[in-house]
Structure formats: structure tokens, C-alpha cells
Nanobody
Framework: QVQLVESGGGLVQAGGSLRVSCAAS????????MGWYRRAPGNERELVAR???????TYADSVKGRFTISRDNAKNTVYLQMNGLKPEDTAVYYC?????????WGQGTQVTVSS
């Protein structure tokens, strides 16, 4: 079993920055994909960014150039640096980890961007 613990959400003004982190524990495979999804009120959950254990990244078009995902494989931790935040980035951000045929989710952390 795998547990994901997120931290770092909060309230920020438009144009500001936040970094969220997600630490994974349990039985972690050497090859996996970690990343972030988000769900805004009334919307479906959507991919924000993901990174495979080798470092290849994928971003949603809406965050390209503003958000950066990174990971520390030794710590099984993934980070999302969010710059140039906009009110439309307001959402609950969920960490995920996929390995083998399993996907795990964190409990979510709220990010609120005020205009």
C-alpha cells in the first residue's frame, strides 16, 4: 500500500507563487509516475502536471510556462512550483502516484488565488 501526504497549499494573491509538495511512503516501485491533478468547484478533475521517475514531464496547456513539476526520487517526493498564479487556478490540488496497475491519491490541498 502507498500513502501520499500533501502540504503547501494556501491563499495567495493573483500573480503570486506557491509550492505544494507530496511525499509518498509505503511500497514504491523504481518506475512510477507522480503528479498533480486539480478540481475546481463545478468542474471535473483535470491533470495539471506529471513527471515520470526518469524525469520526463507533461503539463496542461493552461499552466505551461507558469508551473514547474519536479521530484526527488530518494525522498519519493514530488513538488509543484506555481508562479504567476491566477484566480482560475483556484482548486483542490490532488497528488497522485501510478505504478504497475495501481493509482494512489492524496487527500488534496486547497489552493486559493484572490484577484
Amino acid at each position: 500500500q502507498v500513502q501520499l501526504v500533501e502540504s503547501g497549499g494556501g491563499l495567495v494573491q493573483a500573480g503570486g507563487s506557491l509550492r505544494v509538495s507530496c511525499a509518498a511512503s509505503g511500497r514504491i516501485f523504481g518506475f512510477n509516475v507522480m503528479g498533480w491533478y486539480r478540481r475546481a468547484p463545478g468542474n471535473e478533475r483535470e491533470l495539471v502536471a506529471r513527471i515520470i521517475s526518469g524525469g520526463i514531464t507533461t503539463y496542461a496547456d493552461s499552466v505551461k510556462g507558469r508551473f514547474t513539476i519536479s521530484r526527488d526520487n530518494a525522498k519519493n517526493t514530488v513538488y509543484l512550483q506555481m508562479n504567476g498564479l491566477k484566480p482560475e487556478d483556484t482548486a483542490v490540488y490532488y497528488c497522485h502516484l501510478s505504478q504497475g496497475t495501481s493509482t494512489y491519491w492524496g487527500q488534496g490541498t486547497q489552493v486559493t488565488v484572490s484577484s
